[in-house]
């Protein structure tokens, strides 16, 4: 049960992050779900298998296929996550005057 | 063949279209009307065939799990409707040029008249219904931008209610088609025409009315009129084109079409006489009390298009010969009526009668050919519409479903006739009668009056020479109806009760309009509009709000009232998955270790710590800190390269927000009222056991994948490589990882392209700059080299062992962001990595990877061993990570470049004017 407890936390923790005010926590909170997602996929793929799947690993090795996912799914993350804080501090520059209220809410 | 040909040609022209105008400029109209009537001929080379009872077909699959077959199929009816558009078409086309004016191109009327001519022109060639369906409804929205043309606010409001008139009517049809297609099993036109019989009467009702539910709103008869007279704030060709001769028509050809299936039941019979009489009265009244002359002839052509629908009601072979005819004549005469309307507004400077009187001392050709035109409207010999109006007569007289009603309906005709006698005087009596007011008129340019002359003198000639079109109007009726010959088209039928009802017109005519005076305050108070168009108008008003009650919650600006519903959505569906889920497999007994409790406790502490800091800088560390604990828990599962992978990402993730927060306030926003804070916990527990239960329910059921297993067995021999999880990645899913990398460089593009503002902050003259940080800058002078180093290292050996091209150029990734940390306004070497050449290349090297082996026979992307002296084999699945690798660095350096906030202090106002 180790693997959807996970899940399960960080999606709780993500979806809290999302429904906070503040610009910053919405990033963050996006992020936790990304992480939650990437655990779902390992976990699709079978977490009774804890080898490295290399050539040869034997009846251990975990199926390669859901790392492959992670893989370009956290380097995919990593892109939107990027975007949205140049998105959300465009949004901020236009909706106020004064810098400082950059971790406010959007207006 | 050729009808996909004179069809597909209509769409190039239109593709054309812009290329002539620019070319030419307005003048492009005559190299289109040259366009239009080379279709034109070519579809009446076809006449031979058409006329021996062959139809032209082509046909090609559609939607064949469905049945549907695109089919066009030419009939002379079809070919009669077809010749009227691109005829009509060319006259028009060439009319354009001069009409519009000189200082601009006019692409847009040019490209959507044609396509417009298009769509008619698959319309009437369609033989299946969701083609016909699909032209009808392609036909009514090119209309409605037409009307509106140029978006100016007087032409919004017609214009929309044209739309809304006849795409009312286009469902119709469309409900229509598919009680066709579903009561008959097929939706080919001309199989359904083929045997009425097999209609059942339940259907055979619906679809009917709705056919002429759909026929009347096009061809605006009473009750739906009223959009063509508002239709007439378009152009003046336009209106000539669409709203005389072809779109209001595409109603009259739907009825005759479907007259082989319902025609001869008394519904259909008496609707369409009835409907088709009062609305040519209706519109005949309305037309006489008119003194604008565009409106006089919108109401004209209401009053005509209920004549004919009035007559397919009648539905003999003379009666649908006597209708195709009057089609005919009145594309003819009202296109030139409305040309020539055109051109006495662009000399005279106005439509309005009153100010016309004796215009034609100042344009006898004009005027003259305003006559001949009007002379067919009456139905005064020789003309073609004299012909026409006498068929008419002749076809209702024999009307005999009840005893008596062929009277009726004729007189009734002759009364709407009479009407028309009476508006046509009008009009004639305006333009010569009087004093000339405007006394240095002249006559337009020949090139400007060419096009309605022919029309006009065409539209005369046709009354003596009809027999001309005898043999293809005869074909066409037969076609419409199989029920036997029409009878032989004649100028002269001698003394027949149609000549003495033709009589009788010009007597009553002659009287009402000799006692227009007593009659005009009687026909002022009429009233215009139809109850209809202010119901119309509410409930579109009422619709367009009921959208914005709709759309309200979803235009809220804070991102938690958007988000609570998609949340609460997901949260629905687990409990109803709880409902409906069966039975499941047992879980993997072996699935937990105890090393995962301590990740799962060190993620609750973490977490809970994230949740509720209010410092910006505590939050961007602890989120950090749960992907190294994550990375950590990937290592003990077997995931070293998704550990790695996540632990650089963390580090780079940390980096840019750090960047992106530089300057600014460390304290994130207060929390908010407590009753949003427990709204939010309780959204996030519940999202966070459906998390739970769905991943407990639906994974660790199994034993490993199969394909798992073929990976396990197989990958290592066939790829020559020894890290499977790459060999996934560049060899038998490169096409996913191709795409994932595209999305990297879109969202690359998409920061390069954003951020302009922030160099301009950055470069601004007297900007303070961040100084250089000495111990960063050691440490990048120090670990940099060490970290490209490895990233090599991780690149080369990526196919066998640990590494690859997304992990190497993370850690690249990392220098990179710690030198521009080290020096913000550009770190030696690393700092001149720009985004979009890294980019570039990346993209173009994974193309090349990909595209390499099609040279040599084998598919997109398959990897190849290329033997290199000196290194030994290569695959190409290698020159593929490498364009990989350049895209994530990319990505990567744009984030850190672009990402940088603005030095600290006030924004000036410059700046600010760029932002926006």
Known sequence: MSGPLIVGVLVAAGVFLLLRPGQLRLVLGFVLLGHAVNVLLLAAGGLHRREPPVDGGGAESADPLPQAFILTAIVITFGITVYLLRLLRRASRRGSRRPETWDRGPR | ?916
């Open chain 2, 1 to 916: 063949m050729i009808l996909a040909v004179v069809l597909g040609g209509q769409f190039l022209l239109a593709a054309a279209a812009p290329v002539l105008t620019w070319w030419l400029g307005r003048n492009a109209g005559y190299v289109l009307a040259v366009g239009y009537l080379t279709g034109a001929g070519l579809l009446l080379s076809q006449r031979p065939a058409l006329l021996a009872d062959q139809a032209v077909l082509i046909s090609w699959p559609w939607l064949p799990s469905l049945g549907v077959y695109a089919e066009l199929r030419m009939d002379a009816l079809s070919l009669i409707f077809a010749l009227l558009v691109l005829g009509v078409g060319a006259f028009v086309m060439a009319y354009c040029p001069r009409y519009l004016s000189p200082d601009s191109r006019h692409t847009r009327v040019y490209v959507t008249m044609t396509l417009f001519a298009g769509a008619m022109l698959g319309l009437v060639l369609a033989d299946d219904l969701l083609l016909l369906f699909v032209f009808w409804e392609l036909s009514s929205i090119l209309s409605f931008v037409l009307i509106g043309q140029d978006g100016r606010l007087p032409a919004r409001g017609p214009a929309i209610q044209a739309l809304v008139v006849t795409t009312t009517g286009g469902v119709a049809l469309l409900v229509a088609v598919v009680v066709l297609a579903a009561s008959l099993g097929t939706s080919d036109l001309h199989l359904i025409l083929a045997d009425p019989g097999r209609l059942a009467t339940g259907p055979a009702w619906a679809a009917g009315a709705l056919v002429i539910f759909a026929a009347i709103t096009k061809s605006a008869q009473v009750p739906f009129h009223f959009w063509l007279p508002g239709a007439m704030v378009a152009l003046t060709p336009v209106s000539a084109y669409l709203h005389a001769a072809t779109l209001v028509k595409a109603g009259i050809y739907l009825l005759m079409r479907f007259s082989a299936l319902f025609g001869g039941q008394w519904p259909w019979d008496l609707t369409l006489i009835g409907l088709g009489l009062l609305t040519a009265i209706v519109g005949a009244l309305l037309a006489l009390r008119q003194h604008d002359l565009k409106a006089l002839l919108a109401y004209s052509t209401v009053s005509q298009l209920g004549l004919l629908v009035s007559v397919i009601g009648v539905g003999t072979p003379a009666s649908d010969a006597a209708a195709i005819l009057y089609t005919i004549a009145h594309a003819l005469f009202k296109a030139t009526l409305f040309m020539l309307v055109g051109i006495i507004d662009r000399q005279a400077g106005s439509r309005d009668i009153r100010a016309l009187t004796g215009l034609w001392r100042a344009m006898p050709i004009t005027v003259t050919l305003t006559v001949l035109a009007a002379m067919s409207l009456a139905g005064l010999p020789p003309t073609i519409g004299f012909v026409g109006k006498e068929a008419i007569f002749e076809a209702l007289v024999t009307v005999d479903e009840v005893p008596l009603l062929g009277w009726v309906a004729a007189g009734l005709a002759v009364l709407a006739a009479t009407l028309t006698f009476a508006y046509a005087a009008r009009l004639v009596h305006g333009v010569l009668s009087g004093p000339t007011r405007q006394r240095e008129l002249h006559e337009p340019a020949w090139s400007f009056l060419a096009p309605a002359a022919v029309a006009a003198v065409l539209a005369t000639a046709l009354g003596p020479t009809v027999a001309l079109l005898s043999p293809m109007v005869e074909r066409a009726a037969s076609d419409a109806r199989p029920q036997g010959q029409a009878p032989y088209l004649a100028f002269w039928h001698g003394f027949t009760p149609a000549l003495g009802l033709s009589v009788l017109t010009v007597l009553l005519g002659t009287l009402l309009f000799w006692y227009r005076r007593r009659t005009d305050p009687v026909l002022a108070a009429i009233p215009t509009t139809s109850p209809f168009t202010g119901h119309l108008e509410r409930w579109r008003r009422a619709l367009v709000r009921f959208g914005a009650v709709v759309a309200r919650p979803a235009q809220v600006t804070a991102p938690a009232p958007y988000l609570a519903r998609p949340l609460l959505a997901v949260v629905a569906l687990a409990a109803v998955a709880v409902l409906l889920l069966g039975p499941l497999p047992s879980r993997h007994p072996d699935a937990t270790r105890p090393g995962d409790w301590l990740v799962l406790g060190l993620l609750l502490v973490t977490l809970a710590g994230l949740v509720t800091t209010r410092s910006a800088l505590a939050a961007v560390a602890l989120t950090g800190a749960v992907g190294l604990i994550l990375a950590v828990w990937f290592l003990t599962t077997g995931a070293p390269d998704v550990a790695l992978t996540l632990m650089l990402v963390e580090v780079l993730t940390t980096v840019v927000v750090m960047l992106a927060l530089r300057g600014r306030p460390g304290r994130l926003v207060a929390p908010g009222r407590r009753v949003g804070i427990i709204a939010g916990v309780g959204l996030a527990v519940l999202a966070g056991v459906v998390a739970t239960a769905a991943t407990a329910a639906l994974t660790g059921r199994r034993d490993l994948s199969p394909v798992g297993d073929w990976y396990l067995r197989e990958a290592s021999s066939a790829t020559g490589g020894q890290n499977l999880v790459n060999t996934i990645l560049v060899d038998f899913r490169a096409l996913d990882t191709l795409g994932e990398a595209v999305v990297l460089a879109v969202v690359a593009v998409g920061l390069i392209g954003l951020a302009r503002p922030a160099e301009a902050v950055r470069h601004r003259p007297g900007a303070v700059r961040h100084a250089v940080d000495p111990v960063l800058a050691l440490a990048y002078r120090v670990l940099a080299p060490v970290m490209l180093a490895a990233s090599a290292v991780l690149f080369l050996r990526g196919h066998q062992e640990l590494g690859g091209g997304f992990i190497a150029a993370l850690l690249a990734g990392t220098a990179v962001g710690l030198g521009h940390l080290a020096h913000p306004a550009g770190a030696p070497l690393l700092g001149r990595l720009r985004g979009a050449p890294l980019l570039t290349v990346g993209l173009f090297l994974a193309l090349v990877a990909g595209m390499a082996p099609l040279a040599v026979g084998r598919a997109f992307l398959t990897p190849v061993k290329l033997s290199l002296p000196g290194v030994g084999s290569v695959s190409s699945a290698l020159l593929f990570d490498l364009g990989v690798y350049l895209m994530v660095l990319a990505l990567v350096v744009a984030a850190v470049r672009r990402l940088d906030s603005a030095p600290a202090g006030p924004a000036p106002g410059p700046v600010r004017e760029r932002v926006r």
